[in-house]
């Protein structure tokens, strides 16, 4: 059972971040790093207020929301519980595309664009099942294989799931091998189709404006909550589905 009795920090707040997710944030983080184990109890709402210095209420509303979201089980007189996470059977195979470049013998390279935190607009407030204009952490990088350009990525976060998602230096970690270290999948969907990239993309992979490309769209779910969206564009003269150059 997790132990109450040596204060815990919050993730650094941003103006953007409601207490009461920063609370369902540092609940979750305790629960994917395996320190809250599941029928473990977490602590109890008085036990946060003195841990997290925040109010009752806001404490209320982050174990209720996340005991409706069947991610803990509140016992009326006893306590709160972390739930048993259900994954799914239909899981898609996922990897990390350096590792499936240093399988092929070449060598990976991440350029880091950008990494920074946006307000949710309506289409992506409901594909995360968040409020409108709530923070969501976007990176946008370009992978390349021996040097060559074969991936670009835009990854959004929510918050709540990878709470230190922004002090990653991802020049030396895949986004993919951090979330899945910090919230490992439970169910993935995604859609692949042939397009053309804008030309900020183009201009990133380094192809001319009218070159096809392929783009996955891929959406993943960790602790019964919608932990990220990707956007991944591959030139289509340089990448296959399945990870093979041509």
Request: with cysteine; aromatic share 6%.
């Amino acid at each position: 059972m997790p132990s109450s009795e040596t204060p815990a920090l919050l993730p650094t707040p941003s103006p953007a971040t409601p207490r009461y997710q920063q609370i369902k944030a540092f609940i979750l983080s305790r629960v994917a790093s395996g320190e809250w184990g599941v029928e473990d109890r977490v602590p109890s709402e008085h036990e946060l207020v003195k841990l997290t210095g925040v109010s009752r209420v806001t404490v209320n509303r982050a174990l209720r929301e996340l005991a409706d979201a069947g991610l803990l089980v509140r016992v009326q007189g006893v306590g709160t519980f972390v739930a048993g996470a259900k994954p799914q059977s239909n899981l898609l195979e996922l990897r990390d595309i350096a590792e499936e470049i240093a399988e092929r013998g070449g060598t990976h390279a991440a350029e880091v664009l950008s990494l920074g935190r946006l307000r949710a607009d309506a289409a992506m407030a409901a594909a995360f099942g968040l409020p409108e204009r709530a923070e969501i952490f976007q990176a946008r990088l370009v992978h390349r294989e021996d040097g060559v350009a074969v991936q670009f990525e835009e990854r959004l976060v929510n918050p709540v799931i990878a709470p230190r998602f922004l002090e990653q230096d991802f020049s030396r970690i895949t986004p993919y091998r951090y979330l899945t270290s910090c919230a490992p999948p439970e169910r993935v969907e995604h859609v692949v189709e042939a397009t053309r990239a804008v030309p900020e993309i183009a201009a990133a992979l380094g192809i001319p404006p009218d070159e096809p490309c392929l783009l996955v769209h891929r959406r993943t779910w960790s602790w019964r909550v919608v932990a990220t969206r990707a956007f991944l564009t591959h030139p289509g003269t340089r990448y296959r589905l399945g990870g093979a150059l041509d």
